[in-house]
């Protein structure tokens, strides 16, 4: 069965550090481009990156949002994708999704809030 | 960056009735759209991919049509479960970029 399952969310502090990790299963993650998309309480969805597999490169791209703060990076040989959140804003508060780029394959998400 | 524009924001609508929801985008994207229905407290789920593609098990009460800049989402006859909120996606990835629209929130009466 294709699974994606986050982890590492919580509360953390404004100007603090997290990252979150998407184990991947049940599928050919190397070959996989994959996105996260974060959803504020109560807001629609925000895509915020995707990563390329690394036969395409493996580079990483990021909304204006998040550009410069957050890194996407991968973990072929472990089937995980991770989110490096730096500089946490309040209104970075949110679920973090992980899905694949165009097969509709998405994690159940984990809750990011920031707050002082 | 693509802007995409999805309307109407809500939606009323009764058993047995279709509708429409529209996503335009600022600039081509080919096929590259994506819609999905949300229902509270889950995960989004994919119903048409590049534009008019059903996802595997989704009733063929969903399709979707459209190509360039236009694009639609009809449900026909309506059920108590389609009671959710819908949005579209571009992934053209045109500048490595994907855009959510708003989001439509359908209410079945």
């Known amino acids: 069965e294709e699974q994606l399952v986050e982890s590492g969310g919580g509360l953390i502090k404004p100007g603090g550090s997290l990252r979150l990790s998407c184990a991947a299963s049940?599928?050919?993650?190397?070959?996989?481009?994959m996105s996260w998309v974060r959803q504020a309480p109560g807001k629609g969805l925000e895509w915020i990156g995707r990563?390329?597999?690394?036969?395409?490169?493996?580079?990483?791209d990021y909304a204006a949002s998040v550009r410069g703060r957050f890194t996407i990076s991968r973990d072929d040989l472990g089937n995980t994708l991770y989110l490096h959140m730096n500089s946490l804003k309040t209104e970075d508060t949110a679920v973090y999704y992980c899905?694949?780029?165009?097969?509709?394959?998405w994690g159940q998400g984990t809750l990011v809030t920031v707050s002082s | 960056d693509i802007q995409v524009t999805q309307s109407p924001s809500t939606l009323s609508a009764s058993v047995g009735d279709s509708v429409t929801i529209t996503c335009r985008a600022s600039?081509?994207?080919?096929?590259?759209l994506a819609w999905y229905q949300q229902k509270p407290g889950k995960v989004p789920k994919l119903l048409i991919y590049?534009?008019?593609f059903l996802q595997g098990e989704v009733p063929s009460r969903f399709s979707g049509s459209g190509s360039d800049t236009e694009f639609t989402l009809t449900i026909t006859n309506l059920q108590p479960d389609d009671s959710a909120t819908y949005y579209c996606?571009?992934?053209?990835?045109?500048?490595?970029?994907?855009?959510f629209g708003q989001g439509t929130k359908l209410e079945i009466k």
């Open positions: 590049r534009a008019s």
């Open positions: 990563i390329v597999s690394n036969s395409y490169g493996g580079t990483a």
């Open positions: 899905s694949t780029w165009d097969s509709g394959l």
């Open positions: 049940g599928f050919n993650f190397r070959a996989a481009w």
């Open positions: 600039q081509s994207i080919s096929i590259w």
């Open positions: 996606q571009q992934y053209s990835g045109q500048g490595g970029q994907a855009t």
